[in-house]
């Protein structure tokens, strides 16, 4: 019962850390793409490209700023991880 209790906090873990890394770039693609959908709704463009490139750019623009507190945040999991399976 043990190895399933802690399996089962491994893998909660995991999914923690995957919405912790995988939100803030996702926020700033939702908030782009709302901005982007309200200027086609009042300026009536309905082109395609206008709702993707500027979601693409922010999100790029977020992951390369963001990309230290990833690797930080990755790098703690897996040294929590490691940890626990007595390898460090």
């Known amino acids: 019962m043990e190895n399933l209790d802690a399996v089962v906090a491994i893998a ?3 999914l923690i850390v995957t919405l912790e890394i995988s939100l803030p770039i996702l926020l700033v ?8 959908s309200l200027f086609q709704a009042v300026t009536q463009i309905q082109e395609q490209t ?10 790029a623009t977020a ?3 963001l990309l230290p507190w990833l ?3 990755i ?4 040294r929590e991880m490691l940890s626990e ?4």
Request: with cysteine; aromatic share 8%.
């Open 12 to 14: 909660q873990r995991a």
């Open 29 to 36: 693609g939702l908030c782009v793409g709302l901005c982007v």
């Open 50 to 59: 206008l709702a993707f490139l500027p979601k693409l750019i922010a999100m």
């Open 63 to 65: 992951l390369i700023f």
């Open 71 to 73: 690797l930080s945040v």
């Open 75 to 78: 790098t703690e999991y897996a």
């Open 85 to 88: 399976l007595g390898a460090v």
